[in-house]
């Protein structure tokens, strides 16, 4: 074989042979197409859809007018069905649609018996659980966002609509209102990374889906069972769904910054955790079991 043909294989090879960038993307793509793949979470999607609607026909043919909080203000402004549809969801319909995503992510993998086979792939485990984690922080932006633009929809659609009275009184315009709420729906999705960092971790330990869930569930239980025991209150601040308010304060004049980086610190801690713990049980995790 002469030099220049195996100079030629070898350039072959060189192009023929896929680079880890290409790896990567190619199993983020992957796994973003796993996730919103499932019916079942278009379901969940609609089901989120569904919340400022119901909300917002609710109170259409109350024919009330006036009350407490966000949800008072709705019938006078159908800008504000966009966040009380979003305070509504978050401490229960959006942290059950999280912890049935996160808790199937690597559970799911390992009960279909795909995930020995992704453990032993080029893209290299903690890869993978990047990827996963990925998948779960479009889904929380996703679920947000379902929330935001159907709470929009509905408001325009049910009620009149215009300048926004913010909650320290000043009146700002409808755009300015519009864009402190897509700020509170990404507030929102943030606010949901630490479930998603808990179930993660908790999808990692076993092959039942559904055992994953249901902890994943029981551990956001029980920070609610927590939060709610007066005695205990030097705690509540590290609870995971203590900052979680902190959203309404976007909506004052100038926002109250404070409470809202704690909340986000709060979070991104948790996830550090429990990301890490996922992964180290991840890359000592036997392929064969």
């Not at 949800?71 to 969801?89: R, T």
């Not at 000043?170 to 700020?183: E, H, I, K, M």
């Not at 551990?219 to 309404?248: D, K, N």
Request: hydrophobic share 55%; proline share 4%.
């Amino acid at each position: 074989m002469s030099l220049s043909e195996t100079a030629d294989r070898r350039d072959l090879g060189n192009v023929r042979r896929p680079t880890a960038g290409r790896h990567t993307i190619a199993l983020f793509a992957s796994e973003l197409h796993l996730v919103f793949g499932r019916a079942r979470t278009w379901v969940t999607l609609a089901v989120l859809a569904g919340v400022p609607v119901l909300v917002g026909v609710a109170i259409k043919l109350s024919g009330s007018d006036g009350g407490e909080g966000f949800i008072g203000q709705v019938a006078g402004n159908g800008f504000f069905l966009v966040v009380a549809s979003l305070g509504l969801s978050l401490p229960f319909f959006l942290p059950t649609a999280v912890t049935v995503v996160a808790g199937e992510s690597l559970a799911g993998e390992a009960s279909l018996g795909t995930l020995r086979n992704m453990l032993t792939a080029p893209a290299g485990r903690s890869r993978l659980l990047a990827a996963k984690l990925v998948a779960l922080v479009v889904f929380c932006l996703a679920a947000t966002m379902t929330i935001f633009l159907a709470g929009l929809i509905a408001g325009v659609v049910l009620f009149p609509i215009g300048d926004v009275v913010l909650l320290s009184g000043t009146t700002v315009s409808l755009a300015d209102g519009l864009l402190r709420a897509f700020g509170i729906a990404i507030l929102v999705a943030l606010s949901l990374l630490g479930l998603a960092g808990v179930g993660l971790f908790v999808s990692s330990l076993t092959s039942t889906p559904l055992a994953a869930m249901a902890a994943t569930f029981g551990a956001f239980i029980v920070f609610g069972i927590l939060g709610a025991i007066p005695q205990i209150s030097e705690i509540h601040p590290w609870l995971l769904m203590y900052g979680w308010p902190s959203f309404a304060d976007l909506l004052r004049d100038p926002p109250y910054w404070d409470a809202i980086i704690r909340n986000l610190l709060l979070q991104a801690a948790y996830l550090f955790v429990f990301y890490t713990a996922a992964w180290a049980r991840l890359t000592t995790r036997d392929i064969n079991s």
